[in-house]
């Protein structure tokens, strides 16, 4: 069973900066392409931001030019710098392959932009 610990979260102010981590028990290179997914509060999951393997990054719309995701295979580990945080960016963050795997998901890290 792969076990995948999302962390870094927390409750920021709009304007703020977070760095999350996700650290994988299984070697991500094998798997390819790692994501970033979001949940906001009564909403469905959805996709922010993936990286392939070698390192093509696609993010949506809505965090273009703020969020930055980065892998690093030999840690099993894939990063999300975000800046610019706004209220609307508040979601449990989860990390999976892209597109996900079902024994892939962890619990996530809240991440909360309040003043």
């Known amino acids: 069973q792969v076990q995948v610990v999302e962390s870094g979260g927390g409750l920021v102010q709009p304007g703020g900066s977070l760095r999350l981590s996700c650290a994988a028990s299984a070697s991500i290179l094998d798997i390819g392409a790692m994501g970033w997914y979001r949940q906001p509060p009564g909403k469905e999951r959805e996709l922010v931001v993936a990286i392939t393997r070698g390192g093509y990054r696609n993010y949506a719309d809505s965090v273009k030019g703020r969020f930055t995701i980065s892998r690093d295979n030999a840690k099993n580990t894939v990063y999300l710098q975000m800046n610019s945080l706004k209220p609307e960016d508040t979601a449990v963050y989860y990390c999976?392959?892209?597109?996900?795997?079902?024994?892939?998901w962890g619990q996530g890290t809240q991440v909360t932009v309040s003043s």
């Open positions: 999976n392959a892209n597109p996900p795997l079902r024994g892939w």
